[in-house]
C-alpha cells in the first residue's frame, strides 16, 4: 500500500501538470491549425501556407509551403510571451541562410515578419484556411472543351508566350510562361491527354492552387513530388508514369478539398484531402473559383486534349 506521503506526491504532481498544460494551452491560444498566408515582397503578394500543430504536450511543429517549393516540415514552432517563431532551412542550397519566421496572434488572425534568405525583412499576414465543403452526390454539367485543337482561344499566358498550337497540339516546346484559362471552376473533373520528352517536368493547377505533378518518373518509387502526387502533400499509391514520348491521360475529379486522380487508367490518389496551396499558387483565395493553369516554366510539355466537367452547385 502506497503512503500518504507518495499519494500527497502524485496529486501534487498531477495538479502540477495540468496547471502546466493550461498555461501552455493560454499561451499557445489558437494558432494551431491550417493558416493561409500572403507575403509582401518586393512588389508582390505571394500566396504561401502554414500549418501548426503540437507534439506531445509542449512542443509545437508543423509544415510550411513558400510561394514555390514543396511543403517543408518544421520541427518546432517556439513560443515567448505570445509570440511564435520558426526557421525553414533552404530548399536546394544546402549552404544557404534559413528564413526565419516571427508572428503574433491578433483577433483571430496572424500576423508577423519573414526575414529571407537575402537578409531582407518582409511582412506577412494569416487568415485561417477555410472549409471546403465536399458533395458526396454531385449532379454533373455539360462538359467544356478547355482546348479546341486549333488555337490557344481561351487561354493566356502569364509572360512571354512559347505556348503554340501545331496539327492539333497543344505544346510548350521550351521552358517559359505557364498558361492559365480565361474560365474559373469551383468542383469538376478533368480529363486531359498529355506526354513529355525525356526529363521534362510540368503541372496542372487546380483552381491555380493545387498542383497535380506531370513528369518523367517511370520507373521511381511514388512520391508527392513526382508523376501523380498533389505537389508536396499527397502521395500516389504507385507509380504508373510512362515513358517518355508516349501519350498518357489524367482523370481528376475535385470536389471541395476532395481529390481523386486516375493516372492511365489506375486509381493513384483517392478521395484525400489537401490539406492547402501548393507552392506556386495563384492566389490564397480558396473558397473563390479558380482556373485551370499549366506549368511551363519548368520543361516542354504537349497536351491533346483537356476536358472539363463541372459539378453543378
Given at each position: ?7 500527497f ?53 508543423g ?47 496572424l ?26 452526390d ?25 505556348w ?8 510548350s ?74 501519350w498518357?491521360?489524367y482523370d ?34 480558396e ?7 499549366i ?19
Open positions: 500500500m502506497r503512503s500518504k506521503a507518495t499519494l506526491t502524485i496529486l501534487t504532481i498531477t495538479v502540477l501538470s495540468l496547471n502546466f498544460l493550461k498555461t501552455y494551452a493560454q499561451e499557445v491560444g489558437n494558432i494551431e491549425g491550417r493558416w493561409n498566408l500572403t507575403i509582401s515582397q518586393e512588389g508582390k503578394e505571394l500566396p504561401s501556407w502554414l500549418e501548426i500543430t503540437h507534439s506531445g504536450n509542449s512542443t509545437l511543429v509544415r510550411f509551403v513558400y510561394a514555390f517549393g514543396s511543403a517543408r516540415p518544421i520541427s518546432e514552432v517556439k513560443m515567448e510571451n505570445g509570440v511564435f517563431s520558426f526557421a525553414i532551412p533552404p530548399q536546394w542550397e544546402p549552404k544557404g541562410v534559413d528564413m526565419q519566421f516571427k508572428g503574433t496572434l491578433e483577433n483571430g488572425s500576423k508577423g515578419t519573414m526575414i529571407y534568405t537575402d537578409g531582407n525583412s518582409y511582412e506577412w499576414a494569416g487568415v485561417r484556411a477555410p472549409k471546403l465543403p465536399h458533395n458526396a454531385p449532379v454533373w454539367g455539360e462538359s467544356i472543351t478547355l482546348f479546341n485543337g486549333k488555337d490557344l482561344e481561351g487561354w493566356y499566358a502569364e509572360g512571354e508566350n512559347q503554340v498550337v501545331e496539327d492539333g497540339i497543344l505544346k516546346p521550351r521552358s517559359g510562361s505557364n498558361l492559365i484559362s480565361d474560365q474559373k471552376f469551383t468542383n469538376f473533373g478533368l480529363q486531359v491527354e498529355f506526354r513529355y520528352p525525356e526529363g521534362s517536368n510540368s503541372g496542372l493547377y487546380l483552381r491555380g492552387r493545387y498542383e497535380v505533378q506531370i513528369a518523367d518518373n517511370a520507373g521511381l518509387e511514388p512520391s508527392s513530388v513526382l508523376f501523380g502526387g498533389v505537389y508536396g502533400f499527397l502521395t500516389p499509391n504507385q507509380m504508373v508514369a510512362k515513358a517518355p514520348g508516349e498518357q491521360t481528376i475529379t475535385l470536389i471541395g478539398r476532395r481529390i481523386t486522380v486516375i493516372a492511365n487508367g489506375i486509381t493513384i490518389i483517392s478521395e484525400q484531402n489537401i490539406p492547402g496551396m501548393t507552392g506556386g499558387a495563384l492566389d490564397n483565395d473558397v473563390a473559383p479558380g482556373p485551370i493553369f506549368q511551363g516554366d519548368h520543361g516542354p510539355v504537349e497536351f491533346k486534349s483537356m476536358v472539363l466537367t463541372p459539378v453543378i452547385e
